[in-house]
């Protein structure tokens, strides 16, 4: 007689049982979450690391919301530069003095991170308690499903206009994003050896949705901002999104788009602050 296999959900982990680990209804996944509830009374555990307690269905559910359905399912290669969805979500902190984001597939299965580096205690102290932080040189790191850095993406101080530089891993440059206005709908360009490939428009006042549109005026891939993503934490203000990229595209505009995706809303944000 053949056994039905459990339905898909949290189960306890057979070589650690601190944590549960998530069956997709034929399989064990790498994803796992504390077995135990974590206490609302220590500061340090509200900080739900994103990496071990991701919930793919719950991931699956912010993609049909940020896409409204039209989302296939068809994978891409399981990469940050070939995946047709990236679902960006923040880590939820209860003090946010450095922005970190997990980077998933539209099935939930994690490709990568965002990392906010070189953020000395000095820098600390200024995000902390003052609004300075956003006259800073910023820099992020784009790293793949094995922690590798594959983009980084600096965005100089600035006292009006940001202006984002893209580098490979090794710091070989690949181009700059530049704000092209001040007032209005946000809009950046990208920019490489002089000439414009395409660019960043905001379609609302508040940056929060973008269309990605190359040098031609046609839109290659669109951020949606999602509401009550995987990541729930009292008193943070965690934002997440759903990057749809409409074809592949070849670098640089590739490269562009993904540092772009996973990086620009957040150095945004430092603005409105």
Known sequence: MTSIPPPPGWYPDQQNP?????????????????????????????????????????????????????????????????EPILVVNQRAKLIELANEFGVFDQNGQRLGGVVEVGQSTVKKVVRLLTNYDQFLTHRFEVRDANHSTVLKVTRPAK?????????????????????????????????????KIGGIYAENWRAWNFAIKDHNDVEIAKITKTWGGFVKAAFTTADNYVVEIHRPLQDPLASMVVASALTIDTALKQDSD
């Not at 690391?49 to 399912?73: K, L, N, W, Y």
């Not at 202006?163 to 709908?185: C, Y």
């Open 159 to 195: 006292v009006f206009k940001s202006r984002f530089l893209v580098t490979r891993a090794d710091d070989s440059p690949i181009g700059e994003i530049v704000q092209e206005n001040v007032f209005g709908k946000i809009r950046l360009g990208f920019v490489v050896n002089g000439q």
């Open 18 to 82: 601190r944590l549960h680990r998530w069956w997709d209804g034929q399989a064990w996944s790498p994803n796992t979450r504390p077995a135990q509830p974590i206490p609302m009374h220590d500061a340090e555990a509200i900080e739900l690391d994103i990496e071990r307690a991701h919930d793919p269905a719950r991931i699956q559910a912010q993609v049909a919301r940020g896409t409204r359905g039209r989302a296939s399912g068809a994978g891409g290669g399981g990469t940050l530069f070939t």
